[in-house]
């Protein structure tokens, strides 16, 4: 949907309003990039062959767990598409802000990442890993697919800490 809207309202113009919308769908995009760049380089035996933590290959069982491995990408652009239809002027902030960056950065490093790791370990807990979190630690051979391995609930909690930062 949101591809359409950007398509029909012309986003890419730089009058339009829903130009936002381009920058959601190039980081959406950035972010795919990513991990297919990280999985293409842990498949290379060539490059990965010493440093691997597991020897065995991927099964297809593992596949089939982790095919759904956007479900992550997929609900940030929608909680952030739905921010901003919910405050519209978010609308006019700027595309890009060099001060803006390195605040973000900061935040980053000393609130989100400090809060992803308890929210972590806080469902190694007896009560939640077994109920939501063991999927996450199913998986034999750890790919770059396997931290997106999750139930909805993390998915949720984790997609929450990243927007905030």
Not at 10 to 25: F, G, T, Y
Request: charged content about 15%; glycine content about 4%; some cysteine.
């Amino acid at each position: 949907p949101l591809v359409g809207k950007a398509l029909a309202s012309r986003a890419w113009e730089p009058a339009s309003p829903d130009r936002w919308l381009c920058l959601l769908l190039a980081l959406f995009a950035l972010r795919a990039f990513t991990y297919q760049l990280w999985s293409s380089y842990s498949n290379m035996l060539f490059l990965t062959r010493r440093r691997r933590i597991v020897r065995d290959g991927v099964d297809f069982e593992q596949i089939d767990k982790e095919w759904d491995w956007d479900n992550f990408l997929i609900l940030q652009i929608m909680m952030a598409a739905t921010a901003l239809y919910a405050f519209p002027s978010l609308r006019h902030l700027p595309g890009w802000n060099t001060g803006g960056l390195a605040v973000a950065a900061l935040l980053h490093v000393a609130a989100t990442e400090p809060l992803f790791y308890a929210a972590h370990r806080g469902f190694h807990g007896a009560h939640l890993f077994a109920r939501y979190h063991a999927l996450h630690h199913s998986n034999k051979v750890p790919t770059p697919f396997t931290g997106t391995c999750v139930t909805k609930l993390l998915c949720v909690v984790w997609v929450e800490l990243i927007d905030r930062s």
